[in-house]
């Protein structure tokens, strides 16, 4: 009528082990790539040595990412207006005075304005920063325009 209980049987801890061999492995694994790779020592960190600043060249062209730039009409339709965001991604470098380049083409990929200017802000390393300009009379027939920036004033922290 009654059953007789299953008695259980010790756990075996064969599962324990493999899982800690396989967390020693990984670490392992993970130390050793690191390593490798030159790790930290690497990067360079925004608390970056005057002497390391130094020793670093300064390239606007590169370090200043356009994340985004939006050009739309005034409310008379006459001038092109840029709405520009910019990141810094030196770790070094303090940004002013940035020369910029728009360019306006039409349907056939001939340009048909060019404008420079500077805008003037300053963006200090890995900062970001949003400008508005003013730009030049929007050509008639612009098909696609483009911003870039041509250059900028470093200054190492």
Do not use: C
């Not at 960190?45 to 002497?51: L, N, R």
């Not at 030049?136 to 870039?148: L, M, N």
């Amino acid at each position: 009528m009654f059953e007789q209980p299953l008695e259980l049987e010790p756990s075996s801890k064969k599962g324990i082990w493999i899982a800690a061999a396989i967390i020693v492995f990984l670490a392992g694994a993970t130390i050793y790539l690191v390593k490798s790779n030159g790790g930290a020592s690497k990067l360079v960190s925004a608390e970056t040595p005057p002497a390391v600043a130094a020793s670093q060249k300064a390239d606007p062209v590169h370090d200043l990412q356009v994340l985004s730039a939006r050009m739309h009409q005034d409310d008379t339709g006459t001038f092109a207006q840029w709405v520009v965001q910019i990141h810094n991604l030196s770790p070094v470098y303090t940004y002013s005075d940035i020369s910029y380049q728009t360019t306006y083409a039409g349907a056939d990929n001939r340009v048909l304005a060019q404008n420079n200017g500077v805008i003037p802000i300053r963006i200090g390393p890995n900062e970001e920063q949003t400008a508005q300009i003013s730009d030049i009379q929007y050509p008639a027939g612009t098909s696609w325009y483009r911003f870039e920036v041509v250059s900028a004033k470093e200054k190492a922290q």
